[in-house]
């Protein structure tokens, strides 16, 4: 009887050397660009030079005075203002709200047992449908975000983003 590894079932249980799993990372799998290559070389002295490593470049300089004074000038301007009263006007409310209503929910459900296993319609009682109802207001006011934000923000958002980008030659990092 064969075992599901092609061995044969008198065969031993080391691992044979034309196994396609026997060291991966040598055929190269797993392996990053130029990992492969060697880290040195050979010398005809029979000494091994090791290659030197690269420092590090940094990835993104440091903005300059202009940018900073262009981003502190878009901070102060009062189509920014407007997008930031806007957000705060829907986000603070809404999540006062939802916070108010998670914890009536937990609350009834701690003091009040009693009114929250009232049976509502068959099986179902108070605790589950408000449950429920804690899903279905994530999902509202989900919505509500994104359609706000659609409506209300984004506009005046890409506007002010794109005079940002021609202000600083679209060297935004």
């Known amino acids: 009887m064969d075992k599901q590894d092609g061995r044969s079932a008198g065969e ?11 060291d991966a990372l040598a055929s190269g799998w797993g392996e990053l660009g130029d990992a492969a290559k060697p880290a040195g070389e050979w010398d005809s002295t029979g000494k091994f030079e090791p290659v030197p490593v690269p420092t590090p ?12 004074e262009i981003y502190l000038a878009v901070q102060r301007s009062t189509a920014f203002q407007e997008v930031r009263r806007r957000y705060r006007r829907f986000v603070l409310p809404g999540t006062a709200v939802f916070l108010v209503w998670y914890l009536a929910y937990v ?11 009232h049976r509502v319609v068959g099986a179902l009682n108070v605790a589950m449908l408000a449950g429920l109802g804690q899903f279905a207001t994530t999902f509202l006011l989900t919505w509500a975000y994104a359609r706000h934000a659609r409506l209300r923000r984004d506009r005046a958002a890409l506007d002010i983003r794109w005079e940002t980008q021609e202000l600083t030659g679209g060297n935004i990092r």
């Open 12 to 22: 031993s249980g080391a691992l044979r050397l034309d196994d396609p799993w026997y």
């Open 57 to 68: 470049v940094p990835v993104a300089a440091p903005r300059s005075a202009p940018h900073d």
């Open 107 to 117: 609350v009834a459900a701690t003091a009040a047992p009693g009114l929250m296993a």
